[in-house]
Every structure is written in C-alpha cells, then in structure tokens.
C-alpha cells in the first residue's frame, strides 16, 4: 500500500515454503519523501538446496533452511528504477536455521560436501542501478535502453569468517521500426564469489535457487560453483492488442505476447568464466498484459526444451517478463 503522493509505500505478506511448508511472509516500509530515502524490511524465507548434500558413498542430499533476516536502507531509489539511477545501501542481520525434518535423510551419515552456514549472518550490501529505457502507453515492457543492477555483499558469520560476493543482471532492449511492437533483448548475468566456503555461498543454475537463466530448468539443480555467467537473446512479438476495459470495472485486457528465447550459463569452481560446463535452453513464454488502475500486471506461461543435462521438456509459470 501506499499514500497518493508515494511518499509512504508498506508492502505485507505470508505464506508457506513450497518443500517443507515452514511459514514465510514479508514486511517492508519506505520514506520517498526526502533526498535520501530510508526503509527498513524484515522477511522470512525457506530455502532448499538440491542435491548439494553428499556422503562418503556417494549419495545427494537436499539441505533445507529458514533465514529470518532484517535489513535497513538508505539511499535513492528504494522503490525501484524510477529513475535514471538507483543507489542504496543496506545493513542486514539474518539467522540461518536448519529444517531439521529435512535432515532425517542423513542423519548419521558421514558428509563430505561443503558444510552448510548455521548461525547468524551480519552483512553490508551496494546496490547500483542504472535504466534508460523507456515505456510508452502501448508499451508491454521497457524498450530502447538499458537496464543494469549491480550488488556487492560483504558477509560476516563469526569469528573469522568472511565472505564476498558481486552480482550483475543487465538486459538492452531494442524496439524494432514499425507499429507492431516487436522487441530484440539481449540479456546477461555475471556473478563472482570469494571468502570462506559455505554451502549458501554458490551460484546454481537451475532449480528453486538459480538466478533465472537458462530457462527450462526448473525442477533440477544441473552444477553448482563460486562464479557465474549467463547470456539470453529473446524476440517479442505481440499477438493481439485489444486494449479493452470491462464495464466500470478497474480492470483492462492490454495484450497477448509471445516471447521466443534462447539461454545458456555456466557456474564454475576455479574462477569466473573457468571450468564447467554449459547449460542451454530453447522455448518461448506467452504473457497476458493486464492493467489494473496503474499497475501492469504481465502473468505467463512458459515452456522449453532442455539441450543439456537431461534434455527434458518443462513448463512454468511466469509473474512477468523476466527481463
């Protein structure tokens, strides 16, 4: 919810993990209303990591955790790319729990897999973003620009452990001449981590923990290392565009787009871009614009075609565009 002016903006949620259905929710406030802008949030999540657990015969475990973390802000643009740039920082505290339900499996086995953290986490967090593209009426995404968000986290977990860890997430979108709004995006990710070894340090691709590409790998953790790197190229192509409202309700049907995609990321465990092996996806996601008083809402359904690891088909829902 929010004031009129969004000077105040609070945000509330719950719900349960989807493994082992532990309650989660979110609260989070933030003040727009003064050159720098302050928030405080306070959230609990439950994470699974798949098959990162192994014993000394071999067998693959999934680790589940609660993290109940609060975090403070300050900065410009809390609230998202709003603008040209966004420039935040954040302290945080977050206490990572084992599910013990979930450890049932190997209980009493001897593990040789990296030991996952347990305890309480105290970390600073930079988040850079920059966003020059631009959304017209008839628009279904942001188009002709580009859209950056860059995070350095620095974590403690006691005694002497330390770690660090980068992020990037960058897309350019190029609207194609003509009236019929088809889209060229070009999507990548780079991330690079360092310090002291933990399980919830990595990056993953696929499963409930990656970080959205490639897509196709839903269900799976396919590799796990300490640096990633992702590229995406997509096309969008609207199918329908009605525009249409309903009565005197606050609700109206924008359009219906296809977006055709092809993925690929790779992590690794000596250094970034190093070993590994790559990951890649083919498919497409059609999404439906709706419009609700001012907010666009664009809810999808996806699906692709593995061209590594098992090579399956999978399909998914989609909140919205992914770039």
């Known amino acids: 919810g929010a004031d009129p002016l969004l000077t105040h903006i609070g945000v509330l949620g719950a719900g349960v993990g989807p493994v082992e259905h532990e309650a989660v929710g979110y609260l989070g406030y933030a003040y727009l209303g003064a050159p720098i802008e302050i928030g405080g949030n306070l959230w609990r999540s439950e994470r699974t990591f798949q098959d990162q657990v192994t014993d000394d015969r071999g067998n693959d475990y999934d680790y589940t955790e609660t993290v109940d973390t609060l975090e403070l802000r300050a900065g410009r643009g809390l ?48 988040t850079l973003g920059y966003a020059d593209a631009v959304f017209f009426p008839q628009s279904y995404a942001p188009g002709d620009g580009v859209t950056a968000v860059l995070e350095f986290r620095h974590s403690g977990f006691g005694g002497s452990l330390r770690r660090n860890r ?15 709004g088809v889209q060229l995006v070009f999507g990548g990710q780079a991330g690079w ?57 606050p609700f109206r049907f924008r359009q219906l787009v296809l977006e055709v995609f092809g993925d690929s990321a790779k992590v690794s465990t000596d250094h970034f871009a190093g070993n590994g092996d790559w990951y890649s996806s083919l498919g497409g ?27 399956d088909w999978q399909a998914w829902l989609a909140m919205g565009f992914r770039f």
Do not use: M
């Open 193 to 249: 981590s360092d310090g002291d070894r933990t399980l919830q340090g990595n990056f993953v691709v696929g499963g409930p923990l990656g970080r959205g590409l490639p897509r196709g790998y839903v269900r799976d953790t396919e590799a796990v290392g300490r640096h990633l790197l992702a590229g995406s190229l997509a096309c969008r192509v609207p199918l329908w565009r009605p525009f249409r409202g309903f009565s005197t309700t």
């Open 79 to 126: 609230a998202g790319l709003e603008r040209t740039f966004l420039g935040y920082l954040s302290f945080g505290i977050a206490g990572h729990h084992r599910v013990s339900s979930a450890a049932r499996d190997y209980r009493g086995a001897h593990l040789t897999s990296t030991p996952p953290f347990r305890g309480t986490e105290r970390y600073v967090q930079a």
């Open 285 to 311: 996601e059609l999404h439906a614009g709706w419009e609700f008083r001012s907010v666009i809402l664009s809810p999808g359904l996806g699906i692709a075609k593995q061209l590594d690891g098992d090579r």
């Open 166 to 180: 980068l992020f990037l997430n960058a897309t350019w979108a190029l609207d194609l001449p003509g009236r019929g």
